[in-house]
């Protein structure tokens, strides 16, 4: 099971821009988190999108028409690159036993819809935890709650909700 830390993400500025920080204390290694957050066959199974990467630090990645690059890996603790001019970053600390994550979202568009992007992001480590657990689950399974998780940070977060109920609309028609 895993420990409640603060599982909401928090809405925060980092140098002047709008970013969404998440947390989560797992028991798993912290090898076994990395293994999640930086291996293909691992990711794509939780993660928005599969990269296609080693990890290695300058790497170019592309996916949907876009590109980014891999800006600093430090296995099995720190991974960060750049995608569409946005910024992420996994930090991981822990040992054999137990591991903290940190998975940290910096906007380069101010107008990102905050809420919109966390109850993602919030539903996406949902996922991640699954898959530690051994479960995979599929997207419709795993954005079962969406609707709920982003009213409540549309109301955290103090922000319109009109733009994440049409993604939500939008959205159910694809699962």
Same mark, same amino acid.
């Given at each position: !099971?895993?420990?409640? *830390?603060?599982?909401? #993400?928090?809405?925060?500025? *980092?140098? #002047?821009?709008?970013?969404?920080?998440?947390?989560?204390?797992?028991?798993?290694?912290?090898?076994?988190?990395?293994?999640?957050?930086?291996?293909?066959?691992?990711?794509?199974?939780?993660?928005?999108?599969?990269?296609?990467?080693?990890?290695?630090?300058?790497?170019?990645?592309?996916?949907?028409? !876009?590109?980014?690059?891999?800006?600093?890996?430090?296995?099995?603790?720190?991974?960060? /690159?750049?995608?569409?001019?946005?910024?992420?970053?996994?930090?991981?600390?822990?040992?054999?036993?137990?591991?903290?994550? !940190?998975?940290?979202?910096?906007?380069?568009?101010?107008?990102?819809?905050?809420?919109?992007?966390?109850?993602? /992001?919030?539903?996406? !480590?949902?996922?991640?935890?699954?898959?530690?657990?051994?479960?995979?689950?599929?997207?419709?399974?795993?954005?079962?709650? /969406? #609707?709920? *998780?982003?009213?409540?940070?549309?109301?955290?977060? #103090?922000?319109?909700?009109?733009p994440g109920r049409e993604f939500w609309?939008?959205?159910q028609e694809t699962l």
């Open positions: !099971m895993t420990e409640n *830390i603060g599982r909401d #993400g928090v809405l925060e500025a *980092i140098d #002047g821009r709008p970013a969404l920080r998440f947390r989560r204390k797992l028991p798993h290694g912290v090898e076994r988190v990395w293994k999640a957050v930086s291996t293909p066959t691992e990711l794509e199974q939780w993660f928005p999108a599969a990269l296609e990467w080693g990890p290695e630090a300058g790497e170019k990645l592309e996916a949907y028409g !876009m590109t980014g690059e891999v800006t600093q890996v430090q296995a099995p603790y720190t991974l960060a /690159w750049s995608f569409s001019d946005d910024l992420y970053r996994f930090k991981l600390t822990g040992d054999e036993d137990s591991c903290r994550l !940190m998975f940290l979202h910096v906007f380069a568009d101010p107008d990102t819809p905050a809420a919109q992007t966390a109850a993602g /992001w919030h539903t996406y !480590m949902d996922r991640l935890e699954q898959l530690l657990e051994g479960r995979v689950v599929s997207e419709k399974e795993a954005h079962a709650d /969406w #609707g709920e *998780i982003h009213e409540h940070y549309a109301e955290l977060f #103090g922000v319109d909700p009109a609309k939008r959205l």
